[in-house]
């Protein structure tokens, strides 16, 4: 089975969205010494159990170094990242994927 899921404003969520509880939330992302996204402890463990019984996609319009902050997905076989121009496997990315992104782009004139 396949998880596969979106991570802003779907898993994790910024301080501007945070109400209620402020103890019921955890920071999940740091940047530059703050923090700055988050998720209840209670999805948390969600996201732990799915992970250790089916896979889990996360797929983002982040970068790698903006995904690379969040934690909780860096043991993810799999995750698509840069809106589908980068697909990660075991953390590393995929060097198929890589060269048929890399062709497709070279066909055009991006000056």
Sequence with gaps: MIFA?????TMIFSHR???GNKNMFHCVERYQGREITYMTDSAIQKLKFLM????????TTRSLAQFNRVQLFQNTKYAII????MILHN????PNWDNHVNTILNQYDFE
């Design 5 to 9: 899921t979106d991570l802003d404003n």
């Design 82 to 85: 840069d809106n589908g121009g």
């Design 52 to 59: 250790n019984n089916i896979f889990v996609i996360p797929a």
């Design 17 to 19: 969205s945070i109400t």
């Design 91 to 94: 953390g590393m990315v995929d």
